[in-house]
C-alpha cells in the first residue's frame, strides 16, 4: 500500500510560482510517480512524470515553466510552478505506480488569480 499526501497549493498571483510537495509512505518499488490536475468540468491531464530512473515526460501545458522532481532521501515528489496563469488553476493530484497498480492523493487547490 502507498499513502501519498500532497501539500503547498494555495492562491497566487498570475505570473507568480508556487511549490507542490507530495510525501510518500510505501514507497518501496515504486516505479513512476507524476503529477495530474483537474479543473472544474474538465478531465483529469498530465502535468509531469518522473521515472525511478529520473526520467521525465511533461505536459504541453507545462512544459517550460513546470519542473518535477523528488528526493529519495525524504521520498518525496515535488513540482515546482513557475509563470502561473489562471488556466492552471485546478485541483493538483500526485500519483504513484508500484507493481502494477495506481495510488492517488487526496489532491491540492492551486488557484491563480488574473
Known amino acids: 500500500q502507498v499513502q501519498l499526501v500532497e501539500s503547498g497549493g494555495g492562491l497566487v498571483q498570475a505570473g507568480g510560482s508556487l511549490r507542490l510537495s507530495c510525501a510518500t509512505s510505501g514507497s518501496f518499488d515504486i516505479t513512476a510517480m507524476g503529477w495530474y490536475r483537474q479543473a472544474p468540468g474538465k478531465q483529469r491531464e498530465l502535468v509531469a512524470i518522473i521515472t525511478s530512473g529520473g526520467r521525465t515526460t511533461y505536459g504541453d501545458s507545462a512544459k517550460g515553466r513546470f519542473t518535477i522532481s523528488r528526493d529519495n532521501a525524504k521520498n518525496t515528489l515535488y513540482l515546482q510552478m513557475n509563470s502561473l496563469k489562471p488556466e492552471d488553476t485546478a485541483v493538483y493530484y500526485c500519483?504513484?505506480?508500484?507493481?502494477?497498480?495506481?495510488?492517488w492523493g487526496q489532491g491540492t487547490q492551486v488557484t491563480v488569480a488574473s
Open positions: 500519483d504513484a505506480v508500484r507493481r502494477g497498480s495506481v495510488y
